[in-house]
């Protein structure tokens, strides 16, 4: 499997962006998905995950109501969805599936594949 986000770029505070990950080679349908992100000296922390049929949908604490994860299997695609952005919202943002369900969704180490990340910057 393979992993292509996009929709990364620069925004003001108060904007809106959508990031989107595709699966390629591979389908990525039967994995559970989720969204990561990585500021400049910080760990890697879970955003959001979802599962395989596209219920199930789980946040970080710190951003429900502002982010929205989403999945068409018909397109092998994630999405994240991201309103009133604020410049801690600044950081690498990976998608990540794995073949588990049962292991904690935002444990990183838990993942089979990422994405090559996407910079979100907010100002």
């Known amino acids: 499997v393979q992993l292509v986000e996009s929709g990364g770029r620069s925004v003001q505070a108060g904007g809106s962006l959508r990031l989107s990950c595709v699966g390629t080679?591979?389908?990525?349908?039967?994995?559970?998905m989720a969204w990561f992100r990585q500021a400049p000296g910080k760990e890697r922390e879970g955003v959001a995950g979802?599962?395989?049929?596209?219920?199930?949908?789980t946040y970080r604490d710190a951003l429900k109501g502002r982010f929205t994860i989403s999945r068409d299997n018909s397109e092998y695609t994630l999405y994240l969805q991201m309103d009133n952005l604020i410049p801690d919202d600044t950081g690498m943002y990976y998608c990540?599936?794995?073949?588990?369900?049962?292991?904690?969704?935002?444990?990183?180490?838990?993942?089979?594949?990422w994405g090559q990340g996407t910079q979100v910057t907010v100002s």
């Open positions: 979802i599962r395989p049929g596209g219920t199930g949908a």
């Open positions: 080679r591979f389908s990525t349908n039967g994995f559970y």
């Open positions: 990540a599936a794995k073949r588990s369900w049962s292991t904690p969704w935002y444990e990183a180490a838990r993942y089979d594949y």
